[in-house]
């Protein structure tokens, strides 16, 4: 790996790519040839760009100067610590987003959309800190400017060929929630091991078809709840006394704190800004295809895990205080079985991909009710996992007609035909 490259265009062809980059110290373009390139450069793709991806939806919804600065708050803050204080008062409405209490910080301050770095110059940027913390800041030092357009965008494909796009580079959302890197690592979660697949030879080609649809819609999602998330900070905004133009004045702020009917009102509206903070179906409940469609009408915090095809592997803590995501391969298959299911590693035998097989009761035990029950399986049942720890197939039979039956499972996936040796099968 070198840094300091900077990818600039490519070339596209029939088993490759081939992309021209810019070593910004020498200023010497650098040819790399590669079997497929994986943008993750970002909200603004330079691939993306280069290969005429559009990203649709809406952009900047709001528009935001980033200040970069250098502080010790902790005094300052006392007992209020948090990772995010969302600012409210007369000339407030913006988010001081702490990475280090006592040294990097972040004001993300409201601004027009034509403004630009150079209009926020260091006594600007001190004046709206010092209006964000409320007192003056020893040993401030500003670190960095930057614009920011929050938007609400998904890329109109995710590939092109030879080249996936991941990350901000597919998906550009509010911050309100928190999803943008979490989905940015599902995605790479989801491709990394087809990829490996594929070049390891155990997966067809074909099988990378599988990744923009299963992701781009987790994408979608999680956009359309980032934008809600945005909007309901509107109804904090309301009950705080803020007009159309976020903006509210000094009298009509402390009366609305002061007021005990309007303070229920502010206290309503801060809870309803739960799904802000607690949106684990979500970030762990996700799962590709439509399995769990009819949890979409639950509360985003609710997230009872599941054992079915397309989710991730639920959770289920052993006796010896393992659990059972342990157990997941992240290089090969896992099929995790009951205890009846036998040995269902003849699979292995029709199939190029690396396959672990772990039984209960004999690699596993769980206190009380058997694992195979809490999944809703019969002892006899097993469960075949991918590499990124979500279920390809399940089968409720053991033996010889539960190999068939992951055999079949295993070829429609991954694109590749896999025949289920039976000999010697129970
Ligand atoms: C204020 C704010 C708060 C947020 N809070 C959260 C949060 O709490 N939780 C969360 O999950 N997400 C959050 N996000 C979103 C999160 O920051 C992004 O989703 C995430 O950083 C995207 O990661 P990425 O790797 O796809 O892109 P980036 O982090 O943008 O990384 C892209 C990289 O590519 C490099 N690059 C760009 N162009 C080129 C080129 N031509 N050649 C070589 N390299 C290039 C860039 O230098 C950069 O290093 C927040 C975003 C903002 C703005």
């Not at 997966?203 to 599988?210: C, K």
């Given at each position: 790996m070198r840094h300091g490259l900077e990818w600039q265009s490519c070339l596209q062809l029939a088993d490759g790519v081939t992309s021209t980059l810019l070593d910004r110290a020498t200023g010497e373009l650098v040819r790399v040839r590669s079997r497929y390139i994986i943008a993750c450069d970002g909200a603004g793709s330079t691939v993306r760009d280069s290969l005429g991806i559009a990203m649709d939806g809406p952009e900047g919804i709001a528009n935001f100067m980033t200040i970069h600065f250098e502080a010790n708050l902790r005094s300052i803050l006392g007992d209020y610590l948090g990772i995010l204080y969302f600012l409210f008062g007369p000339g407030l409405n913006g988010t001081l987003i702490a990475y280090d209490v006592e040294k990097t910080w972040v004001l993300m301050h409201p601004c027009s959309p034509d403004s630009t770095p150079e209009d926020f110059d260091e006594a600007t940027c001190r004046a709206a800190i010092l209006a964000a913390v409320g007192v003056p800041v020893p040993d401030l030092q500003i670190k960095g400017v930057k614009g920011w357009k929050m938007s609400a965008q998904i890329a109109r494909t995710y590939r092109d060929g030879n080249v996936f796009l991941a990350g901000d580079a597919g998906h550009r959302f509010p911050p309100t929630g928190g999803l943008g890197l979490n989905t940015g690592i599902g995605d790479i979660d989801n491709l990394a091991w087809k990829i490996a697949a594929v070049e390891a030879g155990w997966?067809?080609?074909?099988?990378?078809?599988?990744y923009e649809p299963e992701r781009r819609i987790i994408a979608q999602t999680n956009m359309g709840q980032s934008l809600a998330n945005t909007f309901r900070l509107g109804v904090l905004f309301e009950a705080l006394g803020y007009g159309a133009d976020r903006t509210v004045d000094e009298a009509t702020f402390r009366s609305r704190l002061a007021d005990p009917e309007s303070r229920t009102k502010i206290d309503e509206a801060v809870t309803f800004q739960k799904d802000h903070f607690d949106s684990l179906r979500l970030q762990l409940g996700f799962a590709y295809g439509d399995v769990l469609k009819d949890d979409d009408t639950l509360p985003i915090s609710q997230f009872t895990p599941k054992c079915v095809v397309g989710a991730r592997l639920p959770h289920v803590e052993f006796a010896d205080g393992r659990s059972t995501l342990e157990l997941v391969d992240p290089n090969g298959l896992t099929l995790i079985a009951g205890a009846m299911a036998g040995d269902l590693t003849a699979l292995a035998a029709g199939l190029k991909a690396p396959l672990i097989q772990k039984t209960e009761g004999a690699d596993f035990h769980v206190p009380g009710e058997a694992w195979s029950a809490r999944m809703g399986?019969?002892?006899q049942g097993a469960v075949l996992v991918r590499p990124d720890g979500h279920i390809l197939a399940i089968t409720s039979s053991g033996g010889a007609e539960g190999v068939q039956h992951l055999a079949a499972a295993l070829s429609t996936y991954l694109a590749t035909p896999v025949a289920a040796a039976l000999t010697g099968v129970a």
């Open positions: 997966a067809a080609p074909e099988m990378l078809e599988s399986l019969e002892p």
